[in-house]
């Protein structure tokens, strides 16, 4: 965005480039006040000792304690999606049944599931393992994160499901029931696949809170050697604790950026696939994710550049699903 | 079931949800205020600002909660000292951990905030700016009269799922010892294993009183106060 695209501001006169000088130098200042304190803090600690930071560039940390870790978070999120995505699915379409009988239920659970931290479904999840003698010792703390990450992740999808189907354009229904389908036939055939194109860039993005979740298996009682638990062990062997969590924050920002950006990839590449059929026009107007209670129409985080691009529902969509 | 263990005095379930409360409210006027904050640089016409906030979102969003939380314990707290509480406090330990809390919801709300607030502004038409300009406001006086105005009253629904998450996340705070809800479920499925399913069902129930009125009220704030267009 440069400086003369914005609507919140005109292309700036001497006067305002003054005045924006000035409140640059101003910012400048303050974060070199912040940066030098911070770094004046590390350096009276001894923490940018280059000792405490060359453990990481040498293989051995990382064959032994990182990536191991890193294979955990990203298996325990892999298999989470894999239970999540049919699940998610089942409850979905099961909110979208004719019969009260199904759809009650249904969104009982997925409500229920939503409003719970996933922390306690570990924990609980965890505990009841043990009680019950589910697992052995060694695979129950990935069950429990598993278990934890697949009914609240399956409740999300579920929504991103039924706002998906909700979002095609009647006709296609119409059209569907006027040349005789069955209610089967109408879902695979026809609602199913476009809505999965459209769901694409959510799940996506769903991924992403999925792997930042995952983090929460190494808290309290649940035990599970995912990235984070690695922390532990190498503060303990090199008492090097600022490094360590930095290095540990930057794979899991690195892993998520990568998730985010195939996001944004799924979306353009769906929006392209709108233009033909105009159908980034119609999702835009038909009022069903106002119900899901999932965010205001129309909200886009692209933001002021107003180029077009994918509509504002989807986006909203997407948008919501990107949080915690 | 068996709900013995609601009378016992050794588990205080309300004081823990009090405290669950408390974190909410605390972190959750934090965020709003440093996004907002955020939100503005973001669509600032000073270049730094805008890199600067664009940088700050895109770290602090990606990196799980959890690390945060941790890091400010370990990190801050425990390796460079960092203390925000008085050491000769009795309450030191209790005190410091739940503000290094605090601190760490805000710094990851705090996003989210930034994020919602800045597609509120989307919502604005064009055509308000580009009055605002023609009548001769500067960015700032277009910011704070004209667009957040409106913006802010367009965010109020994506706003309420900000809170119900940051609601639902401060259960994090107990992997640095906060006693909150989450901490104390969590010993209470260790002593009281032949009540599993009554102890969750109890917390469950919390969280469901906290989230659920809360979308619901904001839901019919978020009505009431859109700007019909």
């Known amino acids: ?324 | 079931m068996d709900f013995d263990f609601l009378s016992d005095p050794a588990y205080d379930i309300v004081g823990a949800f009090l405290v669950t409360i408390e974190l909410t409210i605390l972190s959750a006027i934090g965020s709003l205020i440093w996004g907002t904050l955020l939100a503005g640089m973001r669509v600032s016409p000073i270049p730094v600002m805008r890199w600067f906030g664009t940088l700050y979102v895109n770290i602090f969003r990606n990196a799980p909660l959890t690390v945060l939380i941790v890091a400010t314990s370990v990190v801050l707290s425990d390796t460079l000292g960092i203390r925000l509480a008085a050491r000769t406090s009795p309450s030191f330990l209790a005190d410091n951990a739940f503000r290094l809390a605090v601190l760490g919801f805000i710094v990851y709300t705090s996003t989210f905030v930034c994020e919602a607030i800045r597609s509120g502004i989307n919502t604005v038409p064009t055509g308000q700016a580009e009055a605002a300009r023609a009548i001769g406001m500067t960015f700032s006086q277009n910011l704070r009269i004209v667009v957040m105005p409106q913006a802010l009253r367009a965010v109020v629904a994506p706003l309420a799922s900000v809170l119900i998450a940051l609601t639902k996340n401060t259960t994090v705070a107990a992997s640095i010892g906060v006693a909150e809800a989450a901490l104390l479920m969590s010993t209470m499925v260790e002593n009281e294993s032949n009540a599993l399913f009554s102890v969750f069902v109890v917390f469950a129930f919390g969280f469901i009183v906290l989230t659920l009125p809360i979308g619901l009220l904001l839901g019919v704030l978020a009505k009431k106060v859109a700007v019909k267009r």
């Open chain 1, 1 to 324: 965005m440069s400086a003369t695209t914005s609507v919140l501001y005109d292309a700036p006169g001497p006067k305002a480039r003054m005045r924006n000088i000035i409140y640059t130098v101003i910012f400048v200042l303050i974060l070199a006040g912040v940066t030098f304190w911070v770094l004046y803090t590390l350096s009276t600690k001894a923490e940018l000792a280059p000792s405490k930071w060359r453990p990481f560039a040498t293989m051995d940390v990382w064959t032994t304690f990182l990536l191991p870790g890193l294979w955990q978070t990203l298996k325990a999120a892999a298999i989470s999606l894999v239970i999540a995505l049919p699940i998610g699915a089942i409850l979905g379409l099961g909110r979208l049944s004719d019969h009260a009988w199904v759809r009650w239920p249904c969104a009982v659970i997925v409500e229920f599931f939503r409003a719970i931290p996933v922390l306690l479904l570990m924990v609980f999840a965890k505990a009841l393992f043990v009680v019950a003698d589910i697992g052995t010792a060694e695979n129950r703390p990935l069950l429990a994160v598993v278990t934890g990450l697949v009914l609240y992740n399956g409740s999300v999808l579920a929504e991103v499901f039924r706002a998906g189907i909700l979002s095609l354009p009647k006709g296609q229904t119409e059209a569907s029931k006027a040349i005789g389908l069955r209610k089967g036939q109408l879902m695979r055939f026809i609602l199913l696949p476009q809505a999965f194109a459209l769901m694409l860039p959510a799940i996506v993005s769903q991924l992403v809170v999925i792997v930042k979740d995952t983090a929460l298996g190494s808290q309290l009682t649940i035990a599970f050697p995912e990235l984070l638990a690695s922390a532990r062990t190498i503060t303990a062997n090199y008492g090097n604790a600022v490094a360590t969590y930095t290095v540990i924050a930057l794979i899991y920002i690195v892993v998520d950026t990568i998730l985010v950006l195939l996001a944004n990839r799924s979306q353009r590449w769906m929006s392209r696939r709108g233009k033909g059929g105009g159908r980034g026009g119609q999702l835009a107007t038909t009022g069903a994710m106002a119900e899901t209670e999932l965010g205001v129409p129309g909200v886009d985080d692209t933001m002021l550049d107003r180029k077009g691009g994918p509509s504002g529902r989807f986006t909203q969509l997407r948008w919501v699903l990107r949080h915690p």
